[in-house]
T-cell receptor, first 112, second 115 residues
């Protein structure tokens, strides 16, 4: 069966450290993978997109890697800040029509 | 970036009734999407709504339960029909983000509780 798995346990991390989140998928062949941030009571906000032919993407303190052999993406928040506390969702782009399939999300809590 | 509003922001409804959720975008967009996010869960796509055509529903969702209208390029409605407590969820609409192809811009969501 098709699955997108993110660590369901919350990630508690000290301010200034690097937070690393994983997104594993099975029985999918995505053309691209995206990461979103969701704060309580709000809709997700797009952060980064990485395509199947790309290994790494960066945006400010964020870095995403994509390994289509391992069927895994890693999402890094460097020099984390309390304001980075949120739930982070990965989403796969599969098929036509820009449809996204979301993982369960990982909650990150950055402690001062 | 697109500004998306949803009405109502939240509602409490009795089982057996129906609720229509509105999604308004401040710019014209071709593709709009409706998602459900059940408590503690991730987003599940209900349907894709393109202006001028019937909505396309994902597996497990049917038009009789979730009728969708898309009368123009800036507006859509999702109706949750004959509600039961299992329909308690957050319903979100989203649009394609033309700044970054293939990404989506989400509305704030409608929080629905069915008693």
């Amino acid at each position: 069966s098709q699955k997108i798995e993110q660590n369901s346990e919350a990630l508690n991390i000290q301010e200034g450290k690097t937070a690393t989140l994983t997104c594993n998928y099975t029985n999918y062949s995505p053309a691209y993978l995206q990461w979103y941030r969701q704060d309580p009571g709000r809709g997700p906000v797009f952060l980064l997109l990485i395509r199947e032919n790309e290994k790494e993407k960066r945006k400010e303190r964020l870095k995403v890697t994509f390994d289509t052999t391992l069927k895994q993406s890693l999402f890094h928040i460097t020099a984390s800040q309390p304001a980075d506390s949120a739930t982070y969702l990965c989403a796969l782009g599969i098929g036509a029509g820009n449809k996204l399939t979301f993982g369960g999300g990982t909650r990150v809590l950055v402690k001062p | 970036s697109a500004v998306i509003s949803q009405k109502p922001s939240r509602d409490i409804c009795q089982r057996g009734t129906s609720l229509t959720i509105q999604c308004q975008v401040d710019s014209q967009v071709t593709m709009m999407f409706w998602y459900r996010q059940q408590p503690g869960q991730s987003l599940t796509l209900i349907a894709t709504a393109n202006q001028g055509s019937e909505a396309t529903y994902e597996s497990g969702f049917v038009i009789d339960k979730f009728p969708i209208s898309r009368p123009n390029l800036t507006f859509s409605t999702l109706t949750v029909s004959n509600m039961s407590p299992e329909d308690s969820s957050i319903y979100l609409c989203s649009v394609e983000d033309l700044r970054v192809q293939e990404t989506q811009y989400f509305g704030p969501g409608t929080r629905l509780l069915v008693l």
